[in-house]
């Protein structure tokens, strides 16, 4: 197990303290404070073996150096960081990677009893299967796995899936008409059927669908999961297109302090410039993704043309992962740099954190491109 005290993502756990989860963090330290008197969280745990469910898990890019634990090439990996004090995230902590050789014994060794322990192992590895730690997506991908856990582990509030269902209400309507045309119950159908779209079951109210698009088994469930991705992270752009213009224009104005000097000047204009360009051609990628799910869908429902869609369902699951970790990347840099610059007037840092920031958010992207 990796001393994590000198790795960068510890060496901001103290920013975590108070948050609880974004699209590569899922704070359990901050949700077992907020949420530690409730009995759905004690019967519906993330993690069984009490030391994980106050663990910190996150979607990390794997660096040159740590490469050497892998048997395989994969790019990402699930991290899961034991803090060394969990009042205090500052600290540090302890870390492994799922995946990585030997995990399972790592896991087997932090204690508890074997059924809880091979429950945990299994919950690790369906959250790593996923490009990213979306609320949404991360309960919606572990109902599909048989794990039933309690909905304060996952930051989506009512009020927000409220808005997602009205949204998506609106995206499948003449889906709706289409497929369902002879149910005669009206907009109280239509309801209905976005409730089944969302929710973590496929069941014979969806069946009509899958008989007009001619799936079948594991290729339908794939299809129609990677669909509800498709559809919540079209809801999250909405949100999220906007705060990213934002961080865009401000990059270029962030003042460096302190001792200036040339070369690193020199350094940080190109890759300010770098970043922007690059930034901007990850968000084309996935408004071109998104086009091809938008033309999919617009021959099923207004073109009459089932195997489009059918066939935009069966390459579905791939697109799927990445558009969540192009999406990903774009959220972690949207996020921090708010986080970091909450307004115009705080666009000043030290050369130094100007430059950890500009790596940190090149290297995500170097990932995502490799």
């Known amino acids: 197990m ?15 303290q108070r948050t609880a989860s974004t699209s590569r963090v899922l704070n359990l330290v901050a949700i077992a404070n907020s949420h530690k008197g409730e009995s759905d969280y004690h019967t519906k745990p993330f993690f069984t073996t009490p030391i994980l469910n106050e663990c910190i898990v996150l979607k990390h890019r794997i660096r040159a150096d740590e490469r050497y634990v892998f048997d395989d090439e994969r790019q990402n990996s699930t991290k899961i960081i034991l803090p060394f004090e969990r009042g205090d995230l500052r600290m540090g902590g302890r870390s492994f990677f799922v995946g ?9 060794q932090t204690g508890g009893d074997e059924q809880n322990i091979e429950r945990d192992i299994r919950v690790m590895s369906a959250v790593d299967e996923i490009p990213s730690l979306d609320p949404f997506l991360l309960r919606e991908h572990l109902n599909r796995r048989g794990i039933q856990i309690a909905s304060c582990y996952f930051a989506i509030s009512e009020a927000d899936l409220g808005r997602m269902q009205d949204f998506v209400a609106m995206e499948i309507n003449n889906l709706i008409r289409l497929t369902y ?18 929710s973590t079951e496929i069941n014979e109210h969806l069946e009509p669908l899958r008989i007009a698009l001619r799936l079948e088994g594991e290729d339908y469930k794939e ?27 401000e990059m270029p104005q962030v ?18 410039r770098r970043l922007v360009e690059t930034v901007d051609a990850k968000r084309r990628e996935v408004t071109e993704a998104l086009d091809v799910y938008d033309r999919a869908f617009a021959d099923l429902t207004k073109n009459g043309k089932p195997l489009a869609f059918r066939n935009f369902l069966l390459r579905a699951p791939k697109m799927f992962l990445m558009l969540g970790e192009r999406i990903g990347v774009i959220s972690h840099i949207t996020s921090f740099w708010r986080y970091r610059f909450p307004d115009a007037r705080s666009l000043a840092a030290p050369i130094d954190e100007v430059l950890d920031i500009l790596k940190d958010f090149e290297q995500n992207i170097t990932t995502v491109e490799e």
Do not use: C
């Not at 001393?3 to 993502?9: E, G, L, V």
């Not at 003042?255 to 190109?270: E, F, P, S």
């Open 2 to 16: 990796r001393q994590a005290s000198t790795d960068r993502s510890v060496r901001n756990l103290g920013a975590l």
């Open 100 to 108: 990585q050789r030997g995990w399972r014994d790592i896991v087997r």
């Open 181 to 198: 045309a002879t149910a005669g119950e009206g907009s109280s159908y239509s309801s209905k059927l976005v409730q089944v779209l969302l």
């Open 223 to 249: 299809g129609v999961f990677s669909w509800k991705g498709f559809l919540y992270y079209k809801w999250v752009l909405n949100d999220l297109w906007p705060k990213l213009v934002e961080v865009l224009r």
């Open 255 to 272: 003042r460096v302090t302190g001792h200036k000097d040339a070369d690193l000047m020199a350094y940080i204009d190109r890759t300010r």
